[in-house]
């Protein structure tokens, strides 16, 4: 039985094996948090539009307050986490409990929209998606619909001041409002779509990516999303690369567009332009880990170990505790017939995390050719009693 069998990891949408370490329920916690929210409309825009927009910022207060409390939680837990990401998963475990409007008229008859929410984290659903291993994808989708977002409050706010500049343009500016708030209702659609997709409600998540998609065919995000969820659910690589070049001509910078195409080439079986296209994914993000690995993965089934070693380097510098790299590299080592750096590699993966079966069968299989038969006993047996 070859070692690459056991071990190597197929190239995989991040999101679709988003994995978490075992975390018990006993002890979770659940922190409730409020927050307020207004929003002052123009007499072009609707109170349920007004509404949302309070919403919107309400929402973003108790994410804020939500990630100190994640923050310092994991800091109790001896847990190394970076603040992006804890905003991001916050994000999308955030639960709002109840929610209270009302509209306040001013003496220049503008009407301003405030909001208080009640929300809450719970603790087990912020480890186990701070252990997620998307939650590099995660948090870049999250930090692009919030400049999205942004971008479309700043537009919103443009478009009134020119309004007041200009009241015999008024025809126009109301025009633009309503496109900018159709904008706006499309964002709040993709987050619907992202949270969906974040819990693995797949046919949900694809239901609103299209519906996004109807409302504004400019948000590149959506296609790149959608493209996952085409290639993981419906088996449609056709329907998933047309999205996935739709999001690369959107945004030729983003390095998700190309990343996920090169998923759908790998999945195409043409491993050269995958590799292509991840590559320039890593050129656009050094610091995109996902991408080194999976990069490393192709490398490796396609015959390149030395290049797949240099990826799985790059991993571990980036995140030294990723025993699934120190797993893979010691299987280009072992295809180079390395068997010293081999063994090394797959002590550190089994160091990092005693409780995976493949890590001893991996070194069992080297104990095997290095004539350690008892410990190579010793160590299928291990592998067994973890269930591989």
Same mark, same amino acid.
């Given at each position: 039985?070859?070692?690459?069998?056991?071990?190597?990891?197929?190239?995989?949408?991040?999101?679709?094996?988003?994995?978490?370490?075992?975390?018990?329920?006993?002890?979770?916690?659940?922190?409730?948090?409020?927050?307020? !929210?207004?929003?002052?409309?123009?007499?072009?825009?609707?109170?349920?539009?007004?509404?949302?927009?309070?919403?919107?910022?309400?929402?973003?207060?108790?994410?804020?307050?939500?990630?100190? $409390?994640?923050?310092?939680?994991?800091?109790?837990?001896?847990?190394?986490?970076?603040?992006?990401?804890?905003?991001?998963?916050?994000? /999308?475990?955030?639960?709002?409990?109840?929610?209270?409007?009302?509209?306040?008229?001013?003496?220049?008859?503008?009407?301003?929209?405030?909001?208080?929410?009640?929300?809450?984290?719970?603790?087990?659903?912020?480890?186990?998606?701070?252990?997620?291993?998307?939650?590099?994808?995660?948090?870049?989708? =999250?930090?692009?619909?919030?400049?999205?977002?942004?971008?479309?409050?700043?537009?919103?706010?443009?478009?009134?001041?020119?309004?007041?500049?200009?009241?015999? &343009?008024?025809?126009?500016?109301?025009?633009?409002?309503?496109?900018?708030?159709?904008?706006?209702?499309?964002?709040?659609?993709?987050?619907?779509?992202?949270?969906?997709?974040?819990?693995?409600?797949?046919?949900?998540?694809?239901?609103?990516?299209?519906?996004?998609?109807?409302?504004?065919?400019?948000?590149?995000?959506?296609?790149?999303?959608?493209?996952?969820?085409?290639?993981?659910?419906?088996?449609?690589?056709?329907?998933?690369?047309?999205?996935?070049?739709?999001?690369?001509?959107?945004?030729?910078?983003?390095?998700?567009?190309?990343? /996920?195409?090169?998923?759908? #080439?790998?999945?195409?079986?043409?491993?050269?332009?995958?590799?292509?296209?991840?590559?320039?994914?890593?050129?656009?993000?050094?610091?995109?880990?996902?991408? $080194?690995? /999976?990069?490393?993965?192709? +490398?490796?089934?396609?015959?390149?170990?030395?290049?797949?070693?240099?990826?799985?380097?790059?991993?571990?510098? +980036?995140?030294?505790?990723?025993?699934?790299?120190?797993? &893979?590299?010691?299987?280009?080592? #072992?295809?180079?017939? &390395?068997?010293?750096?081999?063994?090394?590699?797959?002590?550190?993966?089994?160091?990092?995390?005693?409780?995976?079966?493949? =890590? #001893?069968?991996?070194?069992?299989? +080297?104990?095997?050719?290095? !004539?350690?038969?008892?410990?190579?006993?010793?160590?299928?047996?291990?592998?067994?009693?973890?269930?591989?």
């Amino acid at each position: 039985m070859k070692i690459e069998k056991k071990c190597l990891a197929l190239l995989t949408v991040a999101f679709l094996t988003a994995s978490a370490l075992n975390v018990g329920t006993a002890h979770a916690e659940v922190k409730e948090m409020t927050a307020k !929210g207004e929003y002052t409309m123009s007499k072009h825009e609707t109170i349920d539009a007004a509404q949302q927009h309070a919403l919107k910022e309400a929402e973003r207060q108790a994410v804020e307050q939500a990630g100190v $409390y994640i923050k310092s939680y994991t800091q109790t837990k001896d847990m190394q986490v970076v603040s992006d990401e804890v905003t991001a998963i916050a994000s /999308n475990i955030l639960k709002i409990l109840s929610k209270e409007f009302q509209n306040v008229l001013d003496e220049a008859g503008n009407v301003t929209v405030i909001v208080n929410i009640r929300a809450s984290v719970d603790t087990d659903a912020a480890v186990q998606g701070l252990n997620r291993a998307d939650v590099q994808d995660v948090t870049e989708k =999250y930090r692009q619909l919030e400049a999205d977002y942004a971008a479309q409050a700043a537009e919103l706010k443009a478009l009134k001041e020119k309004m007041n500049a200009a009241p015999q &343009n008024e025809a126009q500016v109301e025009s633009e409002i309503k496109a900018a708030d159709a904008k706006f209702q499309a964002l709040d659609k993709l987050k619907a779509a992202m949270q969906a997709e974040y819990s693995g409600n797949f046919p949900e998540a694809l239901r609103l990516y299209d519906e996004t998609i109807a409302l504004d065919q400019s948000i590149e995000a959506a296609y790149v999303n959608r493209s996952r969820i085409r290639m993981q659910v419906k088996g449609d690589a056709q329907g998933a690369l047309e999205d996935c070049n739709k999001a690369v001509a959107l945004a030729p910078s983003h390095a998700l567009a190309y990343y /996920n195409r090169g998923f759908v #080439y790998w999945q195409l079986q043409d491993g050269i332009r995958a590799v292509q296209d991840i590559t320039r994914a890593i050129e656009l993000n050094p610091q995109y880990t996902e991408a $080194y690995f /999976n990069r490393g993965i192709a +490398l490796s089934q396609m015959g390149d170990p030395q290049g797949a070693i240099k990826d799985f380097t790059q991993v571990i510098q +980036l995140d030294p505790k990723n025993s699934e790299a120190y797993c &893979n590299m010691g299987v280009a080592y #072992y295809n180079l017939q &390395n068997l010293p750096a081999s063994m090394e590699c797959f002590n550190k993966a089994i160091a990092i995390n005693p409780n995976v079966g493949k =890590y #001893y069968h991996g070194r069992a299989i +080297l104990y095997n050719q290095m !004539g350690n038969f008892a410990q190579a006993q010793a160590d299928e047996q291990k592998a067994q009693t973890l269930g591989y």
